[in-house]
């Protein structure tokens, strides 16, 4: 674990502890508030600085993000690392449909380095890397800030993917546990989610527990 980045994330309050809804498809009980992040210049700095260092002596030419989160983020990055940046936006064509289109000068062959502020199962990132596969481009490294340690979709397996991260659940959990951001009892049901998770989506009465024990913690983010 980066302590650097597991400091600066629990001091900013990145994290958000209740019951939300995103991609995994199920109720999480933390939400990564990223976009509060990236109106923080200083913050940003360190956080590129760290992954500038993750790049050096690797085989990167290009940076990218996953929207929306993630393009912010591989901007200050290639700030940092003084790599290019690449980014997808969506064109409107007929009707509500879209077309995906890869901005920035690349060229086929080179390796990207998909960054992102989180990962739970890794759909939306496989999508994303898809589109960068389908425009001539390599991707072998995905770095995170927050891993949430639940099962990776296959693909990654497959391609020869791998994910790295700053800061994984438990670890990020006992960190904050330790330093006085959350009580024994808050990081206990944290650590007992990922552990329980059937249990957990059918047990209401456990949420609504949770969720006040969270509130009684200044964490009132319903």
Not at 103 to 131: A, C, H, M, N, P
Not at 158 to 176: A, C, P, Q, R, T
Request: charged residues 30%; positive net charge; without cysteine.
């Amino acid at each position: 674990m980066n302590q650097r980045i597991a400091k600066l994330l629990s001091d900013f309050g990145f994290f958000m502890f209740g019951r939300f809804y995103g991609s995994l498809g199920y109720p999480s009980p933390l939400y990564i508030a990223s976009k509060k992040l990236y109106s923080q210049p200083d913050k940003m700095k360190i956080i590129s600085e760290e992954i500038a260092k993750f790049m050096k002596g690797k085989k990167i030419d290009l940076v990218a993000g996953t929207a929306v989160s993630g393009t912010p983020l591989a901007m200050a990055v290639s700030l940092a690392s003084q790599k290019p940046f690449v980014y997808i936006r969506y064109k409107k064509e007929s009707g509500f449909q879209t077309r995906p289109v890869l901005e920035g000068l690349y060229r086929k062959g080179e390796r990207v380095l998909v960054v992102d502020d989180g990962i739970g199962s890794g759909g939306t990132k496989e999508q994303f890397i898809k589109k960068l596969y389908r425009k001539g481009l390599i991707v072998k490294d995905v770095l995170v800030l927050y891993d949430a340690g639940v099962e990776k979709l296959p693909y990654y397996k497959e391609k020869g993917i791998k994910i790295h991260s700053f800061v994984k659940h438990n670890d990020l959990v006992h960190y904050m546990e330790e330093h006085g951001y959350i009580s024994k009892e808050l990081a206990g049901q944290m650590h007992d989610f990922w552990k329980n998770l059937r249990e957990w989506q059918k047990d209401e009465k456990r949420w609504k527990q949770f969720v006040a024990l969270a509130k009684s913690e200044g964490f009132d983010n319903q």
